[in-house]
Protein backbone atom coordinates (compact mmCIF):
# COMPACT_ATOMS: atom_id res chain seq x y z
CA UNK A 1 0.00 0.00 0.00
CA UNK A 2 1.04 3.60 -0.98
CA UNK A 3 2.02 6.02 1.82
CA UNK A 4 0.63 9.03 2.35
CA UNK A 5 3.11 10.89 1.16
CA UNK A 6 4.07 8.82 -2.27
CA UNK A 7 0.37 9.05 -3.16
CA UNK A 8 0.25 13.10 -2.55
CA UNK A 9 3.50 13.22 -5.16
CA UNK A 10 1.68 11.36 -7.58
CA UNK A 11 -1.63 13.65 -7.44
CA UNK A 12 0.64 16.40 -7.95
CA UNK A 13 2.22 14.68 -10.55
CA UNK A 14 -0.53 13.91 -12.31
CA UNK A 15 -1.98 17.63 -11.73
CA UNK A 16 1.18 19.02 -13.32
CA UNK A 17 1.17 16.27 -16.07
CA UNK A 18 -2.65 17.31 -17.12
CA UNK A 19 -1.51 21.47 -16.74
CA UNK A 20 1.83 20.52 -19.25
CA UNK A 21 -0.62 18.44 -21.82
CA UNK A 22 -3.51 21.32 -22.12
CA UNK A 23 -1.18 24.11 -21.67
CA UNK A 24 2.20 22.72 -24.12
CA UNK A 25 -0.21 21.43 -26.56
CA UNK A 26 0.99 18.04 -26.30
CA UNK A 27 -2.56 16.52 -25.46
CA UNK A 28 -4.51 15.50 -28.36
CA UNK A 29 -7.57 17.00 -28.50
CA UNK A 30 -7.66 17.90 -25.18
CA UNK A 31 -8.99 21.58 -25.15
CA UNK A 32 -9.63 23.65 -21.78
CA UNK A 33 -13.08 22.32 -20.63
CA UNK A 34 -11.65 19.05 -20.94
CA UNK A 35 -8.62 19.96 -19.08
CA UNK A 36 -10.86 21.33 -16.34
CA UNK A 37 -12.23 17.97 -16.13
CA UNK A 38 -9.82 15.45 -15.89
CA UNK A 39 -8.39 17.39 -13.31
CA UNK A 40 -11.11 17.89 -11.10
CA UNK A 41 -11.01 14.11 -12.01
CA UNK A 42 -7.75 13.60 -10.06
CA UNK A 43 -8.20 16.22 -7.44
CA UNK A 44 -10.48 19.41 -6.47
CA UNK A 45 -8.05 20.15 -3.24
CA UNK A 46 -7.03 23.66 -3.36
CA UNK A 47 -3.55 22.55 -1.75
CA UNK A 48 -2.61 19.92 -4.07
CA UNK A 49 -3.62 22.11 -7.43
CA UNK A 50 -1.89 24.53 -6.00
CA UNK A 51 0.83 22.42 -5.35
CA UNK A 52 1.04 21.89 -8.55
CA UNK A 53 0.62 25.05 -9.93
CA UNK A 54 3.90 25.98 -7.91
CA UNK A 55 5.44 23.71 -9.45
CA UNK A 56 4.44 25.11 -13.03
CA UNK A 57 5.71 28.53 -11.89
CA UNK A 58 8.95 27.61 -11.24
CA UNK A 59 9.39 25.32 -13.87
CA UNK A 60 11.63 26.75 -17.26
CA UNK A 61 9.08 26.33 -19.86
CA UNK A 62 7.45 28.93 -22.73
CA UNK A 63 3.72 27.61 -21.46
CA UNK A 64 4.06 28.07 -17.58
CA UNK A 65 1.54 30.68 -17.47
CA UNK A 66 -0.94 28.93 -19.35
CA UNK A 67 -0.78 26.13 -16.99
CA UNK A 68 -0.86 27.85 -13.49
CA UNK A 69 -3.87 29.87 -14.95
CA UNK A 70 -5.75 26.72 -15.98
CA UNK A 71 -4.93 24.92 -12.38
CA UNK A 72 -5.70 28.36 -10.80
CA UNK A 73 -9.71 28.04 -12.75
CA UNK A 74 -9.39 24.46 -11.46
CA UNK A 75 -8.90 25.60 -8.40
CA UNK A 76 -5.52 26.12 -6.75
CA UNK A 77 -5.68 28.89 -4.48
CA UNK A 78 -2.60 32.09 -4.91
CA UNK A 79 -1.53 31.97 -1.07
CA UNK A 80 -1.47 28.32 -1.32
CA UNK A 81 0.46 28.50 -4.90
CA UNK A 82 2.70 31.41 -2.81
CA UNK A 83 3.45 28.65 -0.18
CA UNK A 84 4.34 25.97 -1.75
CA UNK A 85 6.96 28.24 -4.30
CA UNK A 86 8.39 28.90 -0.77
CA UNK A 87 8.73 25.60 0.16
CA UNK A 88 9.94 24.78 -3.29
CA UNK A 89 12.70 27.33 -3.16
CA UNK A 90 14.10 29.79 -6.19
CA UNK A 91 15.09 26.64 -9.08
CA UNK A 92 14.31 23.51 -7.19
CA UNK A 93 12.91 20.93 -9.34
CA UNK A 94 9.82 19.26 -9.11
CA UNK A 95 11.03 15.91 -8.82
CA UNK A 96 13.28 16.84 -5.46
CA UNK A 97 9.45 17.54 -3.75
Known sequence: MMDTTTSRRAVI??????????AGGY?????????LAELAAVSIDPDLLSAAA??????DNWYTITAV??????GAEQP???????????????EAR
Open 13 to 22: ARLYEIATEY
Open 27 to 35: GEGLGRARA
Open 54 to 59: AAHALA
Open 69 to 74: DLLIDA
Open 80 to 94: LIQHHINDLGPGEPF
